[in-house]
């Protein structure tokens, strides 16, 4: 052999708490961290400084800059993380013959809920640079060789220890002052997206992070429709698929996976369940619903079919409902039907809906949603943990995953989630191992709200988080109850009209589709 194969083993921290206790039960915690303390981001005594700032009564926000970038830190390619030794073996053979030495490093870190044990992989990397430009002209010459799947990163964001450094900041809403917190679409529908900055400037919030996981390609759907659970003033603008949510309601937010259920009655006595509401027909984003094609098992970035779909659209979808074949019945704000024909796309009535059908829903309108006919559509929201969610007119929901605190303990479920795909462990290692800008979503004992976001993917400045990196900041910082919302470019945080840290995309802020706000008393948008 030509290269030289270095085969080491590190655990993340990820791995620390798999080892601690069963695979299928949160984890206990260790005690919180308080600002004196330090958070619980590296290795004790890093250094660390706190600033505070009052918002709004009832609401503060609090910057923590912690650690620093170590000296022993790098820059390289990473060529592959596979499932097998085998496999990592072979892709290294093949770099060898290329003239470059890889590195085979075993990763332990599957999700505390997952059924399989064992490494989540081996990492195959190659090159030991002192700087981004050396490491990128190195994948640009593997690349021009035949190799593909390359990514250039630095070794304090692959989810081994580190020195950080981190830039976190929270904002926390005392329980008196929730009613100043509500999640807004962005553009004020479903359709299209917007800046976290420019939604605050344009509904008059004082503050505001980005919301949940959201459609952002046609192709995958209704671009700015979440991915996810979605209720805004009690009004369902997208069904849920079993994930965690955070629901903001009276009497305090809770954290909980939710399941919803949509039933279209004809007058003439059919029923039909109703596939989802104000998303794409037949083209369904993180999957996790009957029918669906290739799984009805959730799989977070993963867009699924099926052929035999209906769905109902109303004015918060926008003006028009989906274009495209199959049938549309209209229907007046009374439910009774108005039109039926077989094209999709027509203008949504005043106080009415569409009702789209593809395949046999198609069918199922033909035969139960005539002229004159009336539809009466009944949708619920339930969580796993008990109990109805009130969809009234002071509730908000917002889709998430994985968990990161259950409880009162550390519980990052990111296989039940879907965070986890079958035969590909590289998905789970660069979301979940690997450290990423991070915006989450936690509830304290006494019923606060923490709002936190942790820059990311920037050596020198933020290096971002892993999946349990978060579960212990947040369960540091006081939540009994959390959750991981949208992260990686889309983690956004404005304070006072200023767009606070620095949004990982290369293009500057991401345009999302919602954002959770924080309005002046008084003043509410919705």
């Given at each position: 052999?030509?290269?030289?194969?270095?085969?080491?083993?590190?655990?993340?921290?990820?791995?620390?708490?798999?080892?601690?206790?069963?695979?299928?039960?949160?984890?206990?915690?260790?005690?919180?961290?308080?600002?004196?303390?330090?958070?619980?981001?590296?290795?004790?005594?890093?250094?660390?400084?706190?600033?505070?700032?009052?918002?709004?009564?009832?609401?503060?926000?609090?910057?923590?800059?912690?650690?620093?970038?170590?000296?022993?830190?790098?820059?390289?390619?990473?060529?592959?993380?596979?499932?097998?030794?085998?496999?990592?073996?072979?892709?290294?053979?093949?770099?060898?013959?290329?003239?470059?030495?890889?590195?085979?490093?075993?990763?332990?870190?599957?999700?505390?809920?997952?059924?399989?044990?064992?490494?989540?992989?081996?990492?195959?990397?190659?090159?030991?640079?002192?700087?981004?430009?050396?490491?990128?002209?190195?994948?640009?010459?593997?690349?021009?060789?035949?190799?593909?799947?390359?990514?250039?990163?630095?070794?304090?964001?692959?989810?081994?220890?580190?020195?950080?450094?981190?830039?976190?900041?929270?904002?926390?809403?005392?329980?008196?002052?929730?009613?100043?917190?509500?999640?807004?679409?962005?553009?004020?529908?479903?359709?299209?997206?917007?800046?976290?900055?420019?939604?605050?400037?344009?509904?008059?919030?004082?503050?505001?992070?980005?919301?949940?996981?959201?459609?952002?390609?046609?192709?995958?759907?209704?671009?700015?429709?979440?991915?996810?659970?979605?209720?805004?003033?009690?009004?369902?603008?997208?069904?849920?698929?079993?994930?965690?949510?955070?629901?903001?309601?009276?009497?305090?937010?809770?954290?909980?996976?939710?399941?919803?259920?949509?039933?279209?009655?004809?007058?003439?006595?059919?029923?039909?369940?109703?596939?989802?509401?104000?998303?794409?027909?037949?083209?369904?984003?993180?999957?996790?619903?009957?029918?669906?094609?290739?799984?009805?098992?959730?799989?977070?970035?993963?867009?699924?079919?099926?052929?035999?779909?209906?769905?109902?659209?109303?004015?918060?979808?926008?003006?028009?409902?989906?274009?495209?074949?199959?049938?549309?019945?209209?229907?007046?704000?009374?439910?009774?039907?108005?039109?039926?024909?077989?094209?999709?796309?027509?203008?949504?009535?005043?106080?009415?809906?569409?009702?789209?059908?593809?395949?046999?829903?198609?069918?199922?309108?033909?035969?139960?949603?005539?002229?004159?006919?009336?539809?009466?559509?009944?949708?619920?929201?339930?969580?796993?943990?008990?109990?109805?969610?009130?969809?009234?007119?002071?509730?908000?929901?917002?889709?998430?995953?994985?968990?990161?605190?259950?409880?009162?303990?550390?519980?990052?479920?990111?296989?039940?989630?879907?965070?986890?795909?079958?035969?590909?462990?590289?998905?789970?290692?660069?979301?979940?191992?690997?450290?990423?800008?991070?915006?989450?979503?936690?509830?304290?004992?006494?019923?606060?709200?923490?709002?936190?976001?942790?820059?990311?993917?920037?050596?020198?400045?933020?290096?971002?988080l892993s999946f349990t990196e978060e579960s212990r900041l947040m369960h540091a910082l006081g939540a009994v109850q959390s959750l991981n919302l949208d992260g990686g470019g889309s983690t956004t945080m404005v304070v006072d009209g200023t767009l606070l840290g620095r949004p990982s995309d290369a293009t500057g802020e991401r345009p999302i589709g919602d954002a959770i706000l924080i309005f002046p008393p008084g003043h509410r948008a919705s």
């Amino acid at each position: 052999m030509s290269g030289y194969r270095l085969r080491r083993i590190f655990l993340t921290v990820a791995a620390l708490v798999l080892l601690a206790g069963s695979a299928l039960a949160p984890q206990p915690a260790s005690a919180a961290a308080d600002r004196d303390q330090g958070l619980p981001l590296g290795r004790p005594g890093l250094p660390q400084t706190v600033a505070v700032q009052q918002v709004l009564p009832g609401v503060t926000l609090t910057t923590y800059v912690r650690g620093f970038t170590a000296a022993s830190e790098f820059w390289y390619v990473r060529a592959g993380f596979v499932a097998t030794r085998d496999a990592a073996d072979a892709l290294a053979e093949r770099l060898a013959v290329a003239g470059q030495a890889a590195t085979v490093e075993e990763v332990d870190g599957r999700p505390v809920d997952d059924p399989v044990h064992g490494p989540a992989g081996y990492l195959v990397r190659v090159g030991h640079f002192g700087t981004q430009a050396e490491a990128a002209a190195l994948a640009q010459s593997l690349n021009g060789a035949g190799f593909t799947g390359l990514a250039v990163t630095n070794s304090s964001l692959d989810g081994r220890p580190t020195t950080g450094p981190w830039v976190v900041r929270v904002l926390r809403v005392e329980r008196r002052s929730l009613g100043l917190v509500s999640d807004e679409l962005s553009n004020g529908v479903v359709q299209d997206r917007e800046t976290t900055s420019s939604m605050v400037a344009r509904l008059g919030a004082v503050a505001g992070v980005n919301g949940g996981y959201f459609v952002i390609g046609a192709a995958d759907g209704t671009p700015g429709s979440a991915a996810g659970v979605s209720v805004l003033n009690g009004h369902l603008v997208r069904e849920a698929n079993g994930r965690v949510a955070l629901v903001l309601r009276p009497g305090g937010p809770r954290i909980t996976r939710l399941d919803s259920h949509q039933t279209l009655r004809s007058s003439d006595g059919a029923e039909r369940s109703l596939n989802g509401v104000d998303r794409s027909v037949g083209v369904i984003r993180d999957c996790g619903e009957p029918g669906d094609v290739p799984t009805t098992r959730t799989l977070q970035d993963i867009t699924c079919t099926n052929p035999d779909e209906m769905v109902a659209f109303d004015a918060a979808y926008g003006p028009a409902a989906e274009s495209g074949t199959g049938t549309e019945a209209v229907l007046d704000p009374h439910g009774t039907v108005v039109a039926l024909q077989d094209i999709r796309g027509g203008p949504i009535p005043a106080g009415g809906e569409i009702v789209e059908g593809i395949g046999t829903g198609a069918a199922w309108l033909h035969a139960h949603a005539t002229p004159g006919t009336r539809l009466r559509l009944h949708e619920s929201v339930t969580g796993h943990n008990g109990g109805p969610v009130p969809l009234t007119r002071a509730t908000d929901v917002i889709g998430g995953g994985p968990y990161l605190v259950k409880d009162g303990r550390l519980f990052v479920d990111g296989y039940t989630e879907g965070f986890e795909h079958p035969g590909d462990p590289s998905f789970f290692y660069a979301f979940g191992i690997a450290r990423n800008p991070r915006t989450m979503a936690g509830v304290t004992r006494d019923g606060d709200l923490l709002l936190v976001t942790v820059d990311g993917r920037q050596p020198g400045y933020s290096v971002g988080l892993s999946f349990t990196e978060e579960s212990r900041l947040m369960h540091a910082l006081g939540a009994v109850q959390s959750l991981n919302l949208d992260g990686g470019g889309s983690t956004t945080m404005v304070v006072d009209g200023t767009l606070l840290g620095r949004p990982s995309d290369a293009t500057g802020e991401r345009p999302i589709g919602d954002a959770i706000l924080i309005f002046p008393p008084g003043h509410r948008a919705s």
